[in-house]
């Protein structure tokens, strides 16, 4: 092949543009049709040990590579807020904070801003919300130890101390100067505050169309998707119950806050961990509180008050708000709605229909993961029933993260991918009072995927564990469904730490 030479430019247009001309036509960049821009789609991350409790981190991004700058840099910010902010950590800068007296202390920025608003919610509430409502925290959780209530003088005086002024800020300096020795918490609306600043970091960092971000319940859903979130029914504690009421939501935090998954049993008696500083007593009227708001401090805030003050005090609060919508659910049953909630319920033909259980029995699960070390992924995990032929009957439940990793559940994903990939009940977030890290319950009623009640017989509950790029694990127990209560336990695994099974009387049973 010759090799052709040229002095100049000039030269190269003459022998070779008129023949060029005739097909710029396709070489034109201006005619080259343009690559159509990626459809953004879910990305899904489920973690356990993040203040606390579980996480389910969603992003709605156009690549994995913006997924996990997105996931990423929310784990980073959680675990920078909690570093000031925790109470449980006695190197925090709250807890270092805490062991100072009556000495002013430069402190950052975020601490300075929540103490703050607690001063603001302390006076909104009445007293209703207070940091030192530890101390009745505590006075009740050794009351659970001794095996009684407290008396009428430790209320009393536990009351004194939380009436104290606790601590005084100065704006002009940035400092703090804590005034007493009672202990604080920053628990009521500090994980919403956190929740949102990770949200918006995780957008920030990545430039993702929506992150969404759960955890213990409490949702902050931030970007341009709009998030389907199930309001957690308070009179059944199983993850796959059917939910009481189901919203959509957008650019807005949820946050709800209940007696009915924390708590202490004492001489027979749940006692509410939720507390109110201003009597000494655990708050058992309301039982569930869900509020949606634009503010994430505004939302974490209420929905604990909410419990604590009566629903005449919660509506009059509410009111002083803008854009705060709520459902309130009393020890009665009562349900009580802001005027503008109903905006926000997707119409009846796109909830999950009510099913109580098929007949006077249901099976209870209870699953404890395995924990590791700081924030770590859950594993994924399906709960399903086969009958005695080894024919699918009932997915129970199924947790799950990047789609890629789905078939890893390879004995559950071989018989229900086609399900898996056109139900959108497997995405929707859960709102709920906050669970302690590891721990699920969920329950089969007895009827099949079509919610047909199942036949008298024996069926196998499945198990199915899968870590990415680690252990795989199958559990199995096998079950009589008929009219004779049971319990069972399996042993753990690397995954599972424990399972028990309880095939009682439903609780809506005749």
Known sequence: METVFFRDVKQFRMKFLPGLLGI???????????????????????????????????????????????????????????????????????????????????????????????????????????????????????????????TVVQLAQAVAEVKQRHWRLDSINHTATHLTKAPLMLNSFAKSYIIRHAADAGRKAAGADAVIVNIGGDIVVSGNTPETIDVSDPKSDAENATPIDRIRVNNLTVATSGNYRRGELIAGRWYSHIVDPRTGQPADNIISATVVAPNATDAGALATAFNVLTPTESVRLAQQLTGVDYLVITTAGDRIESPGWKTLELPAGNRKPEMGAADDFELLIDLQIKLQEGFAKRPYVAVWVEDENHAPVRTISVWHGVDKYMPELKSWYLKYRDRYKDDQNFHSSI????????????????????????????????????????????????????????????????????????????????
């Open 24 to 150: 710029s036509l396709f070489f034109s960049p201006a005619n080259i049709p343009a690559a159509p821009p990626k459809k953004p789609r879910l990305f899904i991350a489920d973690y356990e040990n993040v203040l606390g409790t579980s996480m389910e981190l969603k992003v709605n991004a156009a690549s994995p590579g913006t997924a996990e700058k997105a996931q990423s840099a929310v784990l980073h910010e959680i675990a920078r807020l909690s570093a000031i902010l925790s109470g449980y950590d006695p190197a925090s800068e709250f807890s270092r904070w805490q062991r100072t007296s009556n000495i002013p202390v430069h402190i950052s920025h975020e601490l300075f801003e929540v103490l703050g608003l607690f001063d603001q919610w302390r006076v909104r509430t009445g007293g209703a919300l207070d940091a030192s409502a530890e101390v009745v925290t505590r006075l009740w959780k050794q009351a659970a130890k001794n095996g009684q209530p407290p």
């Open 431 to 510: 709102t709920s009072a906050t669970r302690s890290a590891g721990k699920y319950t969920v329950k089969w009623d007895g009827r099949d995927d079509q919610g047909k009640p199942v036949k008298p017989g024996k069926y196998v509950i499945k198990i199915e564990a899968s870590r990415e790029h680690g252990t795989y694990q199958l559990m199995r127990q096998e079950i009589a469904w008929d009219d004779t209560p049971k319990k069972f336990t399996l042993p753990g695994n690397a995954e599972i730490a424990a399972v028990s099974f309880d095939y009682t009387k439903s609780a809506n049973a005749h």
